[in-house]
């Protein structure tokens, strides 16, 4: 919950003081796949990427796996292929439709790896602001999103963000467990940077289901002073890491300027 | 000649009862004479017989005489024994009044060989301590801390940097019961966990059980701390307090009817916020951030069979941050007692007993305008006997009902607000206890003390429960009203210790225990948070409980000037709680599927040498110790370090008295780091670096150490009534920055390499205090 958050930011600020680099010697695990599949209506072309964990001290992120046969398909039977376009992306063209079950299956050296995913109805926005907080002197800026959140139905939401037109990066997810059916505002803001006076920020907003949240809600609460920092529980089988989320999904831009509000 | 064999079988027969003489019980209390303060393990010697009794916890004792003139010698750490001659045909009891020895003698050999508790007492895995005796251990800040000074005993690990917490024998912190006048503290920490609940001031002394836990105590499998507070002057008004870097202490304590009846009142408060006072910041100068405690204490002795206590605890943490957020949390304890004497042999206490521990959350702004609330407390009637059938034989038996009440984080919205509110349901349950204990002295080489509690835990209604399938998903629904009992969970819980003594010098000891445990504390970070949800026995949740067998061989040397003990323990533990991975424990009905359950092991050796008497006093403790657990579900269902495995732990405390006026004291810690799980790879998903586990806690922190020094000044004025004295302070003399987090990112600038970083909590902190006493 949001004080808990607080409350060990105020641990850290508190901490933070005295923060200085370590060498760890961490053991190298035997690799393991990572599917990465983010399907949504914003587009007629699909991408999922197949990878595989690389050793901490690795100098390179992930490492491309390009020899997958991945498909997907719908409750009715449809079956769409994707191909590998190289760096362990893979492509399709289609355009997921609201209200279907997709089903994923990834196979790779003899292994098999499946999911499925629920696209949800989109939830509309009702309107969008900037907002402004006064963290310890600092000025941040996020920006609000406002709505009616459907009542008496579980709802969940993930949010990328893009700043100033960089890549698109994972921000926050938000269920509705403490707000159904209310008017609910979400506030969104880059993990990795401030957003600051002057920025373009694009915020994509996707209707997602339930083990989708769950994987990025365990992604988030993985903190330093998690007591057992684990894996987020993946909805693929077989032990891949990674999520298969289909969503119906929106994006927003904003410009932050001088007491306005953004378009 | 039949006649004459007849007369020699008879005589025989009566050879005992001819010569033995009457035997008469004795009883009363032992007290401070300067203040009538009782005294808690004085002990009581009979010169005829040789036979020693201790004072309870009440100062209560009761010895067996023989009829007629008899001489006691009665005696306690820091005070001028004293030896009285007493003519039991006319008087039976007895109120003992010992003089606290003054500085200015320099040492008192005790006379008699009775200071050997530690050798002859079946009792193990028990340390004690009065505050008196740790006044001069070094602490963080300057704050005296029984619980700090605690961890530095072998088989007590040490919660972390600056941490009240502890662990004792491979036990969870949160498997530790913590009694303050009786009644149960359920969060025993302040700020963060770096100072304790218990204000120095107020507390007399404290009792650790690690093993062998005698069957009066029940309800946590890891050990029992019983602190006890003082009872107040009785013969004069007096004052003591103290002036810190960031807390001031006042007590007062004074007779309400001299001799007879008594108050203590005790308070402290930090004051790191009035820093934030000095911001121009309008919300940082709004912000709160202290904490208080207030000890109280009323004491009445009606006549010489009966005394009444009351006595009360409420302590409160303030965080917030100007009018949009606040966060606070405390316990409150309130403990009635009336000791009567039913007779020289049998003393009886019944006690009523509240305690409990909230906390609320503000939160207001422009969207949000909610309050959460959560409260955990108990209410308890308990009545304990104790008949001091002779020399040879204590029995000590009671009943104890305990009513346990959860109200766990509801959360509470004002209208338009953006979130809903949320009413979880409430938990009720009812333990009922009886135990048995007997000490038994059947020879002068064997000392047992044996006993059994049994214990009913009932689950009672209202209340909505489910049941759960494999993967914590709820499959069926039952609903109870009224206030129906639901399940019992019905447990027996044998205790056994016994002291085999090889002479008055040494002693081999061995003890059995087995404890349950019906309340249980959900933490899943690292440090144990105010927030942490609680939750009871129930049909999902069954008891944890702990078998412990224990060995130790106990010496003291140089006239009891050292003592000298090795334990070495093995502690098995059933049904033990962990969580699913990514477990909402937060104001979730179906909490108790998050859940997981899976047992644990530990085992250790526990050396320790402690120096009582002389100018140069302390101790060194090592433990050698492993602490496991195995949940099916986690880790591939293999064994896996507990968080606080510790395989070394090592403490020194070295106090010296350099002059009258100086007290210099030192310690120094080092232990193993502790079990932690870290990444043994890394991948990316929706461009974000994530790291890959593979093993729980199957990696280490890097070693704690630290060294500590303090010196306290007391300038002589004996001639006035007002004393005051200086203590100064170095936490962490040779500023190591100990690793409090390790944790791991992406580098800012290269997002292809990763690295690893430490957060270190304290460097070296030095601190002064000014305490004055009147």
């Given at each position: 919950?949001?004080?808990?958050?607080?409350?060990?930011?105020?641990?850290?600020?508190?901490?933070?003081?005295?923060?200085?680099?370590?060498?760890?010697?961490?053991?190298?695990?035997?690799?393991?796949?990572?599917?990465?599949?983010?399907?949504?209506?914003?587009?007629?072309?699909?991408?999922?990427?197949?990878?595989q964990?690389?050793?901490?001290?690795a100098?390179?992120?992930?490492?491309?796996?390009?020899?997958?046969?991945?498909?997907?398909?719908?409750?009715?039977?449809?079956?769409?292929?994707?191909n590998?376009?190289?760096?362990?992306?893979?492509?399709?063209?289609?355009?997921?439709?609201?209200?279907?079950?997709?089903?994923?299956?990834?196979?790779?050296?003899?292994?098999?790896?499946?999911?499925?995913?629920?696209?949800?109805?989109?939830?509309?926005?009702?309107?969008?602001?900037i907002?402004?907080?006064?963290?310890?002197?600092?000025?941040?800026?996020?920006?609000?999103l406002?709505?009616?959140?459907?009542?008496?139905?579980p709802?969940?939401?993930?949010?990328?963000?893009?700043?100033?037109?960089?890549?698109?990066?994972?921000?926050?997810?938000?269920?509705?467990?403490?707000?159904?059916?209310?008017?609910?505002?979400?506030?969104?803001?880059?993990?990795?940077?401030?957003?600051?006076?002057?920025?373009?920020?694009?915020?994509?907003?996707?209707?997602?289901?339930?083990?989708?949240?769950n994987?990025?809600?365990?992604?988030?609460?993985?903190?330093?002073?998690?007591?057992?920092?684990?894996?987020?529980?993946?909805?693929?089988?077989?032990?891949?890491?990674?999520?298969?989320?289909?969503?119906?999904?929106?994006?927003?831009?904003?410009?932050?300027?001088?007491?306005?509000?953004?378009? | 000649?039949?006649?004459?064999?007849?007369?020699?079988?008879?005589?025989?027969?009566f050879?005992?009862?001819?010569?033995?003489?009457?035997?008469?019980?004795?009883?009363?209390?032992?007290?401070?004479?300067?203040?009538?303060?009782?005294?808690i393990?004085?002990?009581?010697?009979?010169?005829?017989?040789?036979?020693?009794v201790?004072?309870?916890?009440?100062?209560?004792?009761?010895?067996?005489?023989?009829?007629?003139?008899?001489?006691?010698?009665?005696?306690?750490?820091?005070?001028?024994?004293?030896?009285?001659?007493?003519?039991?045909?006319?008087?039976?009891?007895?109120?003992?009044?010992?003089?606290?020895?003054?500085?200015?003698?320099?040492?008192?050999?005790?006379?008699?060989?009775?200071?050997?508790?530690?050798?002859?007492?079946?009792?193990?895995?028990?340390?004690?301590?009065?505050?008196?005796?740790?006044?001069?251990?070094?602490?963080?800040?300057?704050?005296?801390?029984?619980?700090?000074?605690?961890?530095?005993?072998?088989?007590?690990?040490?919660?972390?940097?600056?941490?009240s917490?502890?662990?004792?024998?491979?036990?969870?912190?949160?498997?530790?019961?913590?009694?303050?006048?009786?009644?149960?503290?359920?969060?025993?920490?302040?700020?963060?966990?770096?100072?304790?609940?218990?204000?120095?001031?107020?507390?007399?002394?404290?009792?650790?059980f690690?093993?062998?836990?005698?069957?009066?105590?029940?309800?946590?499998?890891?050990?029992?701390?019983?602190?006890?507070?003082?009872?107040?002057?009785?013969?004069?008004?007096?004052?003591?307090?103290?002036?810190?870097?960031?807390?001031?202490?006042?007590?007062?304590?004074?007779?309400?009817?001299?001799?007879?009846?008594?108050?203590?009142?005790?308070?402290?408060?930090?004051?790191?916020?009035?820093?934030?006072?000095?911001?121009?910041?309008?919300?940082?100068?709004?912000?709160?951030?202290?904490?208080?405690?207030?000890?109280?204490?009323?004491?009445?002795?009606?006549?010489?069979?009966?005394?009444?206590?009351?006595?009360?605890?409420?302590?409160?943490?303030?965080?917030?941050?100007?009018?949009?957020?606040?966060?606070?949390?405390?316990?409150?304890?309130?403990?009635?007692?009336?000791?009567?004497?039913?007779?020289?042999?049998?003393?009886?206490?019944?006690?009523?007993?509240?305690?409990?521990?909230?906390?609320?959350?503000?939160?207001?702004?422009?969207?949000?305008?909610?309050?959460?609330?959560?409260?955990?407390?108990?209410?308890?009637?308990?009545?304990d006997?104790s008949?001091?059938?002779?020399?040879?034989?204590?029995?000590?038996?009671?009943?104890?009902?305990?009513?346990?009440?959860?109200?766990?984080?509801?959360?509470?919205?004002?209208?338009?607000?953006?979130?809903?509110?949320?009413?979880?349901?409430?938990?009720?349950?009812?333990?009922?206890?009886a135990?048995?204990?007997?000490?038994?002295?059947?020879?002068?080489?064997?000392?047992?003390?044996?006993?059994?509690?049994?214990?009913?835990?009932?689950?009672?209604?209202?209340?909505?429960?489910?049941?759960?399938?494999?993967?914590?998903?709820?499959i069926?629904?039952?609903?109870?009203?009224?206030?129906?009992?639901?399940?019992?969970?019905?447990n027996?819980?044998?205790?056994?210790?016994?002291?085999?003594?090889l002479?008055?010098?040494?002693?081999?000891?061995?003890?059995?225990?087995?404890?349950?445990?019906?309340?249980?504390?959900?933490?899943?970070?690292?440090?144990?948070?105010?927030?942490?949800?609680?939750?009871?026995?129930?049909?999902?949740?069954?008891?944890?409980?702990?078998?412990?067998?224990?060995?130790?061989?106990?010496?003291?040397?140089?006239?009891?000037?050292?003592?000298?003990?090795?334990?070495?323990?093995?502690?098995?533990?059933?049904?033990?709680?962990?969580?699913?991975?990514?477990?909402?424990?937060?104001?979730?009905?179906?909490?108790?599927g998050?859940?997981?359950f899976?047992?644990?092991?530990?085992?250790?050796?526990?050396?320790?040498?402690?120096?009582?008497?002389?100018?140069?006093?302390?101790?060194?403790?090592?433990?050698?110790?492993?602490?496991?657990?195995?949940?099916?579900?986690?880790?591939?269902?293999?064994?896996?370090?507990?968080?606080?495995?510790?395989?070394?732990?090592?403490?020194?405390?070295?106090?010296?008295?350099?002059?009258?006026?100086?007290?210099?004291?030192?310690?120094?810690?080092?232990?193993?780091?502790?079990a932690?799980?870290?990444?043994?790879?890394?991948?990316?998903?929706?461009?974000?670096?994530?790291?890959?586990?593979?093993?729980?806690?199957?990696?280490?922190?890097?070693?704690?150490?630290?060294?500590?020094?303090?010196?306290?000044?007391?300038?002589?004025?004996?001639?006035?009534?007002?004393?005051?004295?200086?203590?100064?302070?170095?936490?962490?003399?040779?500023?190591?920055?100990?690793?409090?987090?390790?944790?791991?990112?992406?580098?800012?600038?290269?997002?292809?390499?990763?690295?690893?970083?430490?957060?270190?909590?304290?460097?070296?902190?030095?601190?002064?205090?000014?305490?004055?006493?009147?």
């Amino acid at each position: 919950m949001r004080f808990l958050y607080i409350y060990s930011l105020l641990t850290l600020f508190v901490l933070s003081s005295c923060e200085e680099l370590i060498q760890v010697n961490l053991n190298e695990a035997n690799p393991k796949y990572v599917i990465e599949g983010d399907l949504n209506d914003l587009s007629s072309e699909q991408f999922i990427r197949v990878s595989q964990t690389v050793a901490f001290d690795a100098p390179v992120r992930s490492k491309p796996i390009d020899n997958a046969t991945v498909t997907v398909s719908d409750d009715k039977g449809k079956v769409y292929t994707f191909n590998s376009v190289g760096n362990g992306l893979y492509k399709s063209s289609f355009q997921p439709k609201a209200k279907t079950r997709y089903n994923l299956k990834v196979s790779v050296e003899g292994e098999v790896f499946e999911s499925s995913s629920y696209m949800n109805s989109y939830v509309d926005v009702d309107s969008l602001g900037i907002m402004e907080d006064v963290i310890f002197s600092d000025t941040v800026y996020s920006v609000t999103l406002k709505f009616e959140d459907p009542r008496n139905t579980p709802n969940y939401y993930k949010y990328n963000i893009s700043v100033n037109g960089k890549d698109f990066e994972f921000s926050r997810v938000f269920s509705d467990k403490f707000n159904d059916g209310l008017y609910v505002t979400h506030q969104v803001s880059d993990s990795k940077s401030e957003i600051l006076l002057g920025d373009t920020v694009v915020v994509e907003r996707q209707i997602i289901d339930k083990p989708v949240f769950n994987y990025w809600n365990e992604v988030l609460s993985i903190n330093p002073g998690s007591a057992a920092p684990a894996n987020p529980t993946s909805n693929i089988t077989n032990g891949a890491l990674g999520y298969f989320s289909v969503s119906s999904a929106k994006r927003y831009g904003f410009r932050i300027k001088f007491k306005e509000e953004g378009n | 000649m039949f006649r004459q064999y007849a007369l020699l079988v008879v005589a025989l027969l009566f050879h005992a009862s001819l010569f033995a003489q009457t035997k008469v019980n004795i009883s009363g209390y032992v007290k401070d004479g300067s203040s009538g303060e009782v005294l808690i393990g004085a002990t009581v010697q009979s010169k005829e017989t040789n036979r020693t009794v201790r004072t309870n916890s009440y100062g209560f004792f009761s010895l067996e005489l023989d009829a007629g003139e008899s001489t006691v010698l009665i005696s306690y750490v820091g005070y001028q024994p004293i030896e009285e001659q007493i003519n039991t045909t006319t008087q039976k009891r007895f109120n003992f009044e010992l003089s606290p020895i003054g500085r200015e003698i320099e040492e008192v050999v005790i006379s008699g060989k009775k200071q050997n508790k530690n050798v002859t007492s079946p009792q193990m895995g028990a340390i004690n301590f009065t505050i008196e005796e740790i006044k001069n251990v070094p602490v963080l800040f300057g704050e005296r801390d029984i619980l700090k000074t605690i961890q530095m005993l072998p088989g007590v690990g040490k919660g972390g940097e600056g941490s009240s917490n502890f662990f004792v024998r491979g036990g969870g912190g949160d498997q530790n019961l913590i009694l303050l006048d009786e009644a149960t503290v359920y969060n025993a920490s302040h700020l963060l966990g770096f100072f304790s609940t218990f204000n120095s001031d107020a507390i007399k002394d404290v009792e650790l059980f690690k093993g062998g836990i005698p069957a009066q105590y029940g309800g946590r499998i890891s050990s029992v701390m019983d602190i006890h507070m003082i009872d107040g002057n009785n013969k004069k008004f007096a004052g003591e307090g103290g002036i810190g870097l960031i807390a001031s202490r006042l007590k007062l304590e004074g007779p309400l009817q001299k001799d007879k009846s008594s108050f203590m009142i005790s308070g402290r408060r930090t004051y790191a916020d009035l820093f934030l006072k000095a911001s121009n910041d309008k919300t940082v100068n709004d912000s709160k951030l202290y904490f208080y405690d207030l000890n109280a204490k009323l004491n009445y002795r009606f006549n010489d069979k009966n005394t009444l206590y009351a006595s009360g605890y409420f302590g409160k943490d303030d965080l917030g941050y100007g009018d949009l957020f606040s966060f606070d949390w405390g316990n409150a304890t309130a403990t009635v007692r009336w000791n009567h004497i039913f007779s020289e042999k049998l003393f009886s206490n019944t006690s009523l007993i509240y305690s409990d521990f909230t906390y609320n959350v503000n939160v207001s702004n422009e969207n949000s305008d909610f309050v959460i609330a959560s409260k955990i407390e108990n209410i308890s009637l308990k009545q304990d006997f104790s008949y001091y059938a002779n020399n040879k034989s204590t029995w000590r038996f009671g009943l104890n009902a305990l009513k346990q009440k959860i109200s766990p984080a509801s959360l509470n919205a004002q209208e338009n607000s953006a979130v809903n509110s949320i009413n979880i349901e409430k938990r009720y349950g009812v333990e009922l206890a009886a135990y048995l204990s007997h000490e038994w002295n059947p020879t002068y080489w064997l000392s047992v003390l044996y006993g059994i509690r049994a214990t009913d835990f009932m689950v009672q209604g209202p209340g909505t429960f489910y049941t759960f399938d494999a993967d914590g998903e709820a499959i069926s629904i039952e609903k109870f009203s009224g206030s129906k009992v639901i399940k019992h969970h019905l447990n027996l819980e044998p205790r056994l210790s016994a002291s085999f003594i090889l002479d008055d010098k040494q002693s081999i000891k061995t003890s059995y225990n087995r404890i349950v445990q019906n309340l249980h504390q959900l933490t899943n970070t690292t440090s144990s948070l105010p927030t942490d949800q609680y939750v009871l026995s129930s049909k999902n949740i069954k008891p944890q409980f702990a078998d412990q067998v224990a060995a130790g061989y106990f010496r003291n040397f140089a006239n009891n000037t050292y003592e000298f003990s090795v334990e070495s323990f093995y502690k098995h533990m059933g049904n033990q709680i962990d969580f699913r991975n990514g477990a909402d424990l937060q104001a979730n009905e179906y909490l108790e599927g998050e859940l997981l359950f899976g047992k644990g092991r530990a085992y250790g050796l526990e050396l320790y040498v402690r120096k009582t008497k002389g100018r140069m006093s302390g101790w060194v403790s090592y433990t050698l110790g492993k602490s496991e657990r195995q949940f099916d579900q986690i880790n591939n269902g293999e064994w896996f370090n507990a968080r606080q495995d510790r395989t070394h732990d090592i403490s020194v405390v070295g106090l010296y008295k350099l002059t009258d006026k100086w007290n210099l004291g030192a310690n120094f810690v080092y232990y193993t780091g502790n079990a932690i799980t870290f990444p043994s790879g890394k991948y990316t998903v929706d461009g974000r670096t994530l790291f890959y586990y593979t093993e729980r806690n199957g990696y280490r922190m890097p070693d704690y150490h630290r060294l500590d020094l303090s010196a306290t000044y007391e300038p002589l004025k004996e001639n006035k009534r007002f004393k005051s004295s200086w203590s100064f302070g170095l936490y962490n003399v040779y500023n190591r920055k100990n690793a409090y987090i390790i944790d791991f990112r992406e580098n800012e600038n290269n997002a292809n390499i990763t690295e690893a970083y430490k957060i270190a909590l304290f460097g070296i902190i030095p601190s002064v205090t000014w305490n004055f006493k009147f």
